[in-house]
């Protein structure tokens, strides 16, 4: 079990370029969840993933946000024509999914550092 | 609107006592709260949790007590240690949401020696 991870850990872009990061969830982990954490703030829910069914969206994520999850292992999430109110840490957590309920714990990655310049 | 809400952004303790960090929720409809904690540039990490049937629940040197008639939970760290010292997410969530966790602003812990 070598846990959630995420790439890059950072990026810097200009903006209105696109961006795109990957997650890879704990192995076997059904549920695969996408945050994100602004300075002074606690991660906020943006989509969450069981297997490639994308099953919720936040009020959040804007059009120009779209993740997938193809084979219902990896994630990524792009973020298009950048804006500068887009720089944040982008988590990552993924959950097994199996108990179906509140005992699902989510284990969070590292994260993405987002800064758009 | 802030439906979690940690008032204390920061805390100080000294090595061996206790600390207590406090955390208020607004909707009714959360079911599963949780405790995180995340040191700076990493993801949080689990650390403890409690479902609403329970009003405490223990894990070695940490203790959630959960008052749902007040909407309030707290995670009592006894005895503090200097390597507790992170930031302290309460969260909580919702069967109707997917359990997407819904966080706190946080709270600085800061245990001395």
Redesign the interface.
């Known amino acids: 079990d070598t846990g959630v991870s995420q790439d890059p850990r950072h990026k810097i872009t200009k903006r209105g370029q696109n961006v795109t990061f990957r997650c890879d969830p704990i192995s076997e982990h059904n549920r695969l969840y996408w945050y994100r954490q602004t300075l002074g703030q606690g991660p906020e829910f943006l989509t969450y993933f069981q297997n490639e069914a994308q099953l919720e969206k936040s009020r959040l994520l804007s059009d120009r946000f779209s993740a997938e999850r193809p084979k219902g292992s990896f994630s990524t999430l792009e973020i298009q024509r950048t804006e500068q109110g887009d720089s944040a840490m982008y988590l990552c957590a993924s959950s097994s999914g199996l108990a179906g309920g509140p005992t699902d714990t989510q284990y969070f990655g590292p994260g993405t550092r987002l800064t758009v310049l | 609107d802030q439906q979690?809400k940690?008032n204390s952004p920061s805390l100080s303790v000294q090595e061996g006592r206790i600390s207590i960090l406090n955390c208020d929720y607004t909707n009714s409809m959360f079911?599963?709260f949780?405790w995180?904690k995340k040191y700076p540039?990493?993801?949080?990490?689990?650390l403890i949790?409690i479902?609403s049937i329970k009003d405490k629940n223990e894990d070695g040197r940490f203790t959630v007590f959960l008052n749902k008639s007040a909407k309030h939970l707290s995670l009592h760290i006894v005895p503090s240690q200097p390597g507790d010292s992170a930031v302290y997410?309460c969260?909580a969530?919702a069967?109707n949401?997917?359990?997407?966790?819904?966080?706190?602003?946080?709270t600085s812990l800061l245990v001395t020696p």
């Open positions: 979690v940690q079911d599963y949780l995180y540039a990493e993801g949080p990490t689990f949790s479902s997410f969260a969530s069967r949401s997917g359990y997407a966790l819904n966080f706190g602003k946080g």
